[in-house]
């Protein structure tokens, strides 16, 4: 058993994507998340791995376009402006088909906005990160030692799907320090990749790396193709988090650093005789629909919450599909609500449904 050792949530980050088999880590730095970078420029160089301070958000997401070409574990990370420069080369990742995994430690937004922790990427993450038909996956951790752990899976859906993965993190995440557990004996699981441009030594003809298909036939049964490993990924990859469903007739919905603050309304809430419960979207793409419908078939209301104003929402009101009112409460600017907050609005909506 590995020690338990406090450590920031960045820092968590850099080190398990280490462990985790990545030697490649190309990016640019930007708070909150600059102590992530800064770990992989003292680490990467110790373990005869590469780190690149590229020129620019634009350079190194398509270096690690270049190193994933080759059948690599490679990541970038940044904060919300930056990943916003980073969209063209995503999508030039989805479109030839590469693993790779991109940590976003949210800012406040739009624009510069602040350095304060937000969730408002949401959209950004889960439907339009970057031009064109395609997903990726989306992991949202909770704690650090999540932040852990899910590095691990995004490495490992990555490889298994051929396609980008996400860690939406925030600056809260990003910037607290929390006793974690990474085992560095840990088997890093090894996938077959045939089509890495990695050198065919005249055992097999070249491979080509390309998103680029003049013949709409092409480009249409290819996209067709990704999509049909998307609802594979959607059967068969969700993970969610539920507590006290059973008999909760308020069903608060909340990802993230948010979802800590939702637990101890909900706390609350059963201490005052109100029966609220919570689903907890940890992939975020693909959404925990189901669980949410499920959900819907005995509960009163629906209370999203999150810290933007109102990006998450969206979803579960689809999810819900009209069985319940559905509700939102949210602070932005870098405001991370409070438990007494959220618990005046289950109070609210608990004196509606009675």
């Not at 102590?35 to 110790?46: D, G, I, R, T």
């Not at 030839?96 to 937000?118: E, F």
């Not at 992991?139 to 650090?144: E, I």
């Not at 319940?324 to 449904?353: D, M």
Request: aromatic content about 6%; some cysteine; overall charge neutral.
């Amino acid at each position: 058993m590995s020690e338990r050792i406090l450590m920031k949530g960045n820092e968590a980050l850099a080190e398990a994507a280490i462990v985790a088999g990545c030697r490649h880590f190309f990016g640019y730095p930007i708070t909150p998340q600059t102590e992530l970078s800064a770990y992989m420029a003292k680490k990467m160089p110790k373990i005869g791995g590469t780190f690149l301070q590229a020129e620019s958000e634009v350079a190194a997401i398509n270096m690690v376009l270049g190193a994933a070409s080759a059948g690599v574990r490679a990541m970038t990370s940044s904060s919300s402006p930056g990943i916003s420069l980073k969209s063209e080369g995503v999508s030039y990742i989805a479109g030839s088909d590469l693993p790779c995994v991109i940590i976003n430690v949210q800012r406040g937004g739009p624009g510069l906005g602040g350095i304060q922790p937000s969730q408002a990427d949401y959209w950004q993450a889960t439907k339009a990160l970057g031009h064109g038909d395609f997903q990726l996956i989306v992991l949202a951790p909770s704690t650090v030692q999540e932040m852990v752990d899910y590095v691990f899976t995004a490495f490992d859906l990555a490889d298994k799907y051929r396609m980008p993965a996400m860690i939406l993190a925030d600056g809260m995440l990003g910037q607290m320090m929390e006793p974690v557990e990474i085992d560095e004996n840990r088997a890093v699981k090894q996938y077959d990749k045939p089509w890495a441009t990695n050198g065919h030594k005249n055992q097999r003809p070249h491979n080509v790396v390309n998103s680029l298909y003049l013949k709409p036939e092409d480009l249409e049964r290819l996209v067709d193709e990704r999509f049909e490993r998307y609802e594979i990924i959607k059967r068969d990859e969700v993970i969610v988090e539920t507590q006290n469903l059973e008999d909760a007739e308020i069903v608060l919905v909340a990802y993230g650093a948010t979802s800590r603050i939702v637990k101890s309304a909900v706390k609350a809430a059963r201490d005052k005789g109100i029966r609220a419960g919570i689903i907890r979207p940890i992939t975020l793409w693909p959404f925990p629909e189901k669980a949410i419908a499920k959900a819907a078939e005995t509960a009163k209301a629906f209370l999203a919450v999150e810290m933007s104003k109102g990006q998450m929402v969206d979803d579960v009101r689809l999810a819900v599909n009209g069985r319940a009112p559905v509700h939102f409460f949210g602070r932005t600017g870098g405001i991370i609500p409070t438990p007494a907050e959220v618990l005046r609005e289950i109070e609210k909506i608990h004196g509606g449904v009675q």
